[in-house]
């Protein structure tokens, strides 16, 4: 039964927009991992990919963005720092970040 005060519910589902931007976040997630972003770099390129889409439509993407890299990091022992920092650098290398300009990438 539904009741008057129930929530509209998104759905995970993305556009074609918003998957780019998920994959642009997943990205910054990956640089930010790897240490390669300060504080203010995390906030400014994270605020530039989600700042695009309008009310909701963010948090759909940084929650699909999440769950990208938490799939990239699957079967990789958390302790295992190498393995991690490879995995990262390999992702970030791909065609998958190759939209990122020199400017936001910091090796």
Same mark, same amino acid.
């Given at each position: 039964? %539904? $009741?008057?005060?129930?929530?509209?519910? +998104?759905?995970? !589902?993305? &556009?074609?927009?918003?998957? @780019?931007? #998920?994959?642009?976040?997943?990205?910054?997630?990956?640089?930010?991992?790897?240490?390669?972003?300060?504080?203010?770099?995390?906030?400014? %390129? $994270?605020?530039?990919?989600?700042?695009? +889409?309008?009310? !909701?439509? &963010?948090?759909?993407?940084? @929650?699909? #963005?999440?769950?990208?890299?938490?799939?990239?990091?699957?079967?990789?022992?958390?302790?295992?720092?190498?393995?991690?920092?490879?995995? %990262?650098?390999?992702?970030?290398?791909?065609?998958?970040?190759?939209?990122?300009?020199?400017?936001?990438?910091?090796?």
């Amino acid at each position: 039964m %539904l $009741t008057s005060f129930a929530q509209p519910v +998104l759905a995970l !589902a993305l &556009g074609p927009d918003e998957f @780019a931007a #998920a994959r642009r976040l997943t990205c910054v997630l990956a640089q930010d991992s790897l240490g390669y972003l300060s504080e203010n770099d995390y906030a400014e %390129l $994270t605020d530039e990919v989600l700042g695009e +889409l309008e009310g !909701a439509s &963010g948090d759909v993407v940084y @929650a699909k #963005a999440l769950g990208y890299f938490d799939g990239l990091m699957f079967g990789i022992s958390e302790q295992d720092d190498q393995a991690v920092a490879r995995r %990262l650098r390999s992702y970030l290398d791909s065609h998958a970040c190759s939209s990122l300009s020199a400017v936001q990438f910091r090796s």
